[in-house]
Nanobody, 125 residues
Framework: QVQLVESGGGLVQAGGSLRLSCAASGRTFSRYAMGWFRQAAGKEREFVAAISFSGGSTSYADSVKGRFTISRDNAENTGYLQMNSLKPEDTAVYYC??????????????????WGQGTQVTVSS
C-alpha cells in the first residue's frame, strides 16, 4: 500500500514556475513507478509525465516536453514535478500516481492504481 500526498500547487503568472511534490508513505516506494496527471475543468484527466522506479527512465506528454521535469528522491520517498514556462493551458488539478513496477521502464498511463488527492495549479495570462 502506498499513500500519496501532493503539495506545491498555487497561482502563478504565465511564464512562471512551480514545483510540485508528492510525498509517499510505505517503505517500498523505491519499487514503484510514479506519474503525474492533470485534469482541467470540463476535460478528461490526461497524462503529464512518468518516471521509473529508479529514476533512470522518464516519459513526457508532448505538451510539456522541454518545460516540465519529473524527478524523484527515493531516500526521501518523494517525487517532484518541476514546471517552467507555464502557460494558461497548464491550469488544472495535478495528481500524483504510483504503481508497483519493479521491472523497470515506464508503465502505460492506465496501469496506475494509487492516487493522491490532487493539487490545484492556476496559470494566469
Amino acid at each position: 500500500q502506498v499513500q500519496l500526498v501532493e503539495s506545491g500547487g498555487g497561482l502563478v503568472q504565465a511564464g512562471g514556475s512551480l514545483r510540485l511534490s508528492c510525498a509517499a508513505s510505505g517503505r517500498t516506494f523505491s519499487r514503484y513507478a510514479m506519474g503525474w496527471f492533470r485534469q482541467a475543468a470540463g476535460k478528461e484527466r490526461e497524462f503529464v509525465a512518468a518516471i521509473s522506479f529508479s529514476g533512470g527512465s522518464t516519459s513526457y506528454a508532448d505538451s510539456v516536453k522541454g518545460r516540465f521535469t519529473i524527478s524523484r528522491d527515493n531516500a526521501e520517498n518523494t517525487g517532484y514535478l518541476q514546471m517552467n514556462s507555464l502557460k494558461p493551458e497548464d491550469t488544472a488539478v495535478y495528481y500524483c500516481a504510483a504503481v508497483y513496477w519493479y521491472s523497470g521502464g515506464i508503465p502505460g498511463p492506465d496501469r496506475y492504481n494509487y492516487w493522491g488527492q490532487g493539487t490545484q495549479v492556476t496559470v494566469s495570462s
